[in-house]
T-cell receptor
Framework: NAGVTQTPKFQVLKTGQSMTLQCAQD?????MYWYRQDPGMGLRLIYYSASEGTTDKGEVPNGYNVSRLNKREFSLRLESAAPSQTSVYFC???????????????FGDGTRLSIL | SQKIEQNSEALNIQEGKTATLTCNYTNYSPAYLQWYRQDPGRGPVFLLL?????KEKRKERLKVTFDTTLKQSLFHITASQPADSATYLC???????????FGTGTQLKVEL
């Protein structure tokens, strides 16, 4: 059971470079999320997708774009990386849609991104 | 703005004792609250969910309470074991869809 798979696990970028973080889930979940986790800040929501074909901004969306490619995959793109985007990025999914609220979120093991 | 507070200081307890972690929230009234466990280098793992109309929820050695008057949730681990050592995150719902707002977590260390 793979659950939520994130690639890559580690990445070092130079300021101004672009990259895409990949996320895929095999649980047939409708909702998917991207978070960043920084020391002392907790997990902060960047973007989420309530269902295939929809995306919405979270708490800290600036500098990021997302694509919900299909039901399984939700990617996060940094167009021009900045040192402030150095963080650990987590993707999550949940079964929630419509009346099916209050469902737990299932997380991947993160991508550790350093921007020099 | 919505604010969630968890004790940032690590909690050290002896094996066999009960660990109690606190989550306080302000400026909103969540319909439910979830607790997660996070180990170093890993993503959070869901433990328990409690709804606003539930006072208490149990699962094996875990117990969660939810006091909407005090705006507080308590997370208890009874008969704690060294394997329970981890960071525990509380996450009240944000009020739209299934979005959550996570606290910064409390690190628990269970010593022999």
């Amino acid at each position: 059971n793979a659950g939520v798979t994130q690639t890559p696990k580690f990445q070092v970028l130079k300021t101004g470079q672009s990259m895409t973080l990949q996320c895929a889930q095999d649980m047939n979940h409708n909702s998917m999320y991207w978070y960043r986790q920084d020391p002392g800040m907790g997990l902060r929501l960047i973007y989420y997708s309530a269902s295939e074909g929809t995306t919405d901004k979270g708490e800290v969306p600036n500098g990021y774009n997302v694509s919900r490619l299909n039901k399984r995959e939700f990617s996060l793109r940094l167009e021009s990386a900045a040192p402030s985007q150095t963080s650990v990025y987590f993707c999550a999914s949940s079964a929630s849609q419509g009346a099916q609220l209050n469902q737990p979120q299932h997380f991947g093991d993160g991508t550790r991104l350093s921007i020099l | 703005s919505q604010k969630i507070e968890q004790n940032s200081e690590a909690l050290n307890i002896q094996e066999g004792k009960t660990a109690t972690l606190t989550c306080n929230y302000t400026n909103y009234s969540p319909a439910y609250l979830q607790w997660y466990r996070q180990d170093p280098g890993r993503g959070p793992v869901f433990l328990l969910l409690i709804r606003e109309n539930e006072k208490e929820k149990r699962k094996e050695r875990l117990k969660v309470t939810f006091d909407t008057t005090l705006k507080q949730s308590l997370f208890h681990i009874t008969a704690s074991q060294p394997a329970d050592s981890a960071t525990y995150l509380c996450a009240p719902d944000t009020g739209g869809g299934n979005k959550l707002t996570f606290g910064t977590g409390t690190q628990l260390k269970v010593e022999l």
